[in-house]
């Protein structure tokens, strides 16, 4: 479809609103959620639509849950899980990773790029991490544009 | 139990590509087991098919139901008020299940989302593999419970090829050789001397599979 | 969509009774230290040992490191401590072949001595079966190169007179640390206390190793008595060379301690005697126990995780314990640290004589299971088992679906589960569901 380099028309004095992605961010309670608190206790700047869903374990993360945050409307789907052998239940976050490579070769035959779905591995103290982050990921989907398959 | 995979993706869509209200249709029995068509799967492929409809600019609406099997009539006419719905059926049961979704309901298209594969045994969690052809005159108690049929990929019955070297088979080198299975497992049972009665080649036509669709028919039981 | 991730309705979460009776397997120091502490609670203990005595790996030590106390005597009270019986019942030649159910309902069948089977139904299971060494790999013929529990055992019978090796006087001896095993410093410490007493003897002691790590307590205070009594410390990056002598061992060495590469010459040791630790391995019973009790195992087999989020004497299994060497070979104050650990997580479970289990908690819905054993397999907690559910394993056609139609199907047994969710998203059927 070409949308991302498709030119914004302008009309004089009043450029579009430019697109701002909206991004699903599935968060581990052990790791993804603590370090959402962190980095809103420090007024970390975070992209403006994000939607944080915490999880018990990221082995919680259905591989459907990771299709449908993308056909509900979002423009990219990021994991917060902890780092591989850190995890509190031991397989969660492994389980975790077969099913988002199985989601994105989905994604492939679907059409939509697998960059809109990432997995980010940190600790509970990793809040900054975790901002910045989301601010590159909210970077790289503006470039890429509204997801194409959304039907929300 | 039966094993099957999801069609390619591809293939789906071209089959689905007429419509815009489908119902797919899951089964809670051999294609859950195996993770091609239960519940989790269907919803999968029913949220991928909808999505690269959407990314074509022509949605497609899908209804999902998985009945707990599909291949008794109690259940493939469980789905009789949603078909009324739809226009056509992906089914990602068996081709059992296809088949009986065609005979009760004559006027809906009803297309196949897995290729059944094989009868087939859990050999590690998430791999499968052959057993059973389904011969219809079962050997196992010659071969000492490994079927040439179903592994054998010549299907011999009196021993291996010439091929078969270091237990493994000479058309797909990954594959134990059956009769390597077969000479060892008699061993370890002290049957070797069972290897020595030969096992009649088989009758395809007669007996099996090579004369149209087998029907089982217990008089007792019917009706 | 994922609103679903817990429900909200909530479900009975009744208490599972835990009587006060532990299990312990394995009869060395840390099973019997356990098994004394909780005895004294009032807590019935049963110690399944699989040899004819007690004692386990510290039947090799004599010296401890820190106190001037034989390890042997200390061992003997310990073990006549146990043996006054009330709480304590030993059963020695005995194995544990089968661990069925949970947490609350744990059903152990153990073989005993006799070759008869007892059942066994304890509230916790506590597993200390040591670790297992192989002897040094050195010279050909094993001349003058001897094992740390060789020395420790020469040591011991020497008492008073002076160190004889075969009928020979034991003059100079150097120790070789680090060769294998270069994660555990049991070695190190061994032979920075032998070393002491050699020297006490009057013999000359040279320790060569790659790491001297003095990590464990009182360690720091050894090491320097050590240098202060004259024994010499090399340090090697690449290992030492050994080659016999007419009269001895030699041991070369690029010594790495100078801190200019020039001054980093190589050093000929001549020795009576070389003493070189014995390697640790992973100890096959250890893994079949594992697999019998369906606990997790690490890298290379050990009981270990390496995983911070795991607290030291805990295994993947609510209501199974580890400590000592079978987790990892440790040094006996370690050892003995971490069975005073697994006696207060032991008591922490025990004490109100019933365990609720907290939400989130995960239930499988009996009429969507197709009994694939998906979560069965996938369960990092061994939570979950397939088990009639009901009286009858019948079928009934849809229309007639209802609470009392239930047929086998996997069961989550609320008192062992995490509550992570693993089982719920790999479930083919969706058929569990996570509560909160």
Known sequence: ?152 | MIKAEQKPFEEILEYLAPYNKILLSGCGACVTVCHAGGEKDGALLASALRMARQNIGKPLEILESTPARQCEPEFALELSDTIGLVQAVLSVSCGVGVQTLTRHFPTTQIYPGVNTTFLGETVEHGVWEERCQACGNCILEKTAGVCPIARCAKQLLNGPCGGSSNGKCEIKRETDCAWQLIYDRSKSLGQLHRLTEIIPAKQWGVQSRDSGPRRIAREDLKV | MYQTIYESKSITLNPVVLKSEALIIGGGIVGMTVARELAREGVQVVIVEKGETLGGGARDLHFFYDRPADVQKWMGDLISTLEDGGNIHVLKGAKLKRLDGQLGRFQALIRTSDGREKTLSPSVVVVATGCITRPVEAMSDGNRCIGSAEMEKLLAESRDMPLAWKGQPVKTVTFILDLTNDDIKIHTVNAIKQAVILQEKGCRIAVVARDLKVSVSGMELLYRQAREKGVLFFKYDDPPVLSHTDDGISVEVQDMTALRKEEREVVSLLSDLVVIGETFAADPETQELCRVLKLRTGAGGALMEDNPQFLRVMSNRRGIFLAGACRFPQVITESLSEAHAVVQEVRALLHEGAYTPENPIAEVDTRKCAVCYTCVRLCPHAAIGVERCGERNVYAAPAEKDENTLWQAARIEPAACFGCGICVAECPARAITLYH
């Open chain 1, 1 to 152: 479809m070409g949308r991302a380099d498709e030119k914004q028309p302008e009309i004089q004095g009043e450029p579009m609103s430019p697109f701002e992605p909206k991004i699903v961010a599935f968060c581990c309670e052990q790791s993804g959620v603590p370090a959402a608190e962190m980095a809103k206790t420090l007024k970390l700047k975070m992209p403006n639509h994000l939607e944080l869903v915490p999880v018990p374990c990221s082995g919680r993360i259905e591989t459907l849950y990771l299709l449908k945050a993308l056909e509900g409307g979002a423009d990219g789907v990021v994991v917060f899980a902890c780092h591989e052998e850190n995890c509190r239940y031991l397989q969660g976050n492994v389980r975790l990773k077969s099913r988002v490579g199985y989601a994105k070769q989905i994604m492939g035959k679907i059409g939509l790029e697998q960059e809109r779905l990432e997995i980010f591995h940190l600790a509970t103290n990793s809040g900054v991490k975790f901002a910045e982050f989301l601010i590159q990921k909210a970077d790289q989907l503006e470039q890429l544009g509204p997801n194409p398959g959304k039907i929300a």
